[in-house]
């Protein structure tokens, strides 16, 4: 299981050699396709997946979302390549079946994602401004959820937040609709 030390300073080292975090981007920068798939708007819907077929790798986004989740998903399947690179072949279609590992696989792709998102000094202005929890996901742009990522991340690296007033699953972007 990757900690939140090894996910952390991987997001650091990215956006160190790539100057930037915007998903769609570090995907095109690190030869990973983003493609496109209508898959529906209901809440059970595939909202998207990694996958690597004959050494190509390949992120798949439902067109569907709205562009601000579409980001979300793109960063969180991005995890999902940096950190399961190994296990794609396996993982692929992880938000269609159950297997052994998923939630952990999952978690670690949302920590991923709320760290590459969210870097500590906006998240921190942002809280500053005395708005609650739920405003602040909103002026960040991201579901609730992935600031409780974030707000993890935050107190393992020694900062005293807020008690987020709930506590995210792994497998939370699956159950999100818009």
């Known amino acids: ?16 050699k790539y100057d930037q975090g915007n998903p769609f981007r570090l995907c ?3 030869g990973i396709v983003t ?4 898959m529906g708007s209901s809440p059970s819907a595939c909202k998207g997946f990694f996958l690597t077929q004959s050494r190509i790798k390949s992120i798949t986004i439902n067109s ?3 562009e601000d989740f579409q980001r979300i998903i793109c960063a969180h399947e991005l995890g999902h390549a940096m950190l399961h690179r190994d296990r794609s072949g396996v993982n692929a279609f992880h938000d269609f079946s159950f297997f052994d590992g998923a939630d952990r696989l999952e978690y670690e792709a949302n920590i991923f994602a709320a760290e590459l998102l969210l870097p500590d000094d906006e998240v921190l202005k942002i809280l500053n401004d005395d708005l609650s ?12 959820e992935l600031l409780d990522f974030k707000f993890r991340t935050l107190k393992w690296k020694g900062y005293k937040v807020i008690e987020p007033p709930l506590n995210a699953t792994g497998n939370f972007l699956k159950k999100v609709h818009e």
Request: proline share 3%; hydrophobic share 55%; with cysteine.
């Open 1 to 16: 299981m990757a900690d939140f030390n090894y996910i952390c300073s991987l997001v650091q080292n990215i956006r160190s």
């Open 28 to 30: 095109d920068e690190m």
């Open 35 to 38: 493609l496109f798939a209508s």
């Open 64 to 66: 569907d979302l709205s």
């Open 133 to 144: 929890f739920f405003q602040a996901a909103a002026n960040l742009y991201v579901p609730a």
